[in-house]
């Protein structure tokens, strides 16, 4: 397994998602600065804003899976299932080079509803 470029996939990844959080965080935070006065503006206004710090939490939970990978990777145990240690599928680490699971692991902590 090429770890060398997970790890530049993954940087790629942080610095993307880092700049997308802080835009959106950004983005919801002057809508609500400039917040309108009339009543159905102020609505859509606070709407837009909602579904930015939305997109910032959601970008902002995936770069701390993507950061994890990364200290995976400096620790030597990237690629392997946290559970189990046993390898990931490579195609699933190319799809999600974050993923800490094997599709096994994966499938029965959805199943469980077990939050990862």
């Not at 998602?17 to 009339?38: E, K, M, S, V």
């Not at 910032?56 to 994890?68: C, F, G, N, P, Y």
Request: a negative charge; aromatic letters at 6%; hydrophobic letters at 35%.
């Amino acid at each position: 397994m090429d770890i060398e470029k997970y790890r530049q996939r993954l940087l790629e990844l942080e610095r993307q998602l880092t700049d997308r959080t802080n835009r959106a965080a950004d983005q919801g935070r002057d809508q609500l600065i400039d917040y309108p006065h009339d009543a159905a503006d102020a609505s859509v206004a606070t709407e837009t804003a909602s579904e930015a710090f939305t997109t910032a939490e959601l970008d902002s939970a995936t770069l701390e899976q993507v950061r994890a990978a990364l200290d995976r990777i400096d620790g030597g145990t990237f690629g392997r299932c946290v559970v189990d240690g046993k390898p990931i599928e490579e195609k699933r680490l190319d799809a999600m080079p974050w993923t800490p699971y094997c599709l096994e692991h994966q499938a029965r902590m959805e199943a469980e509803g077990t939050p990862e």
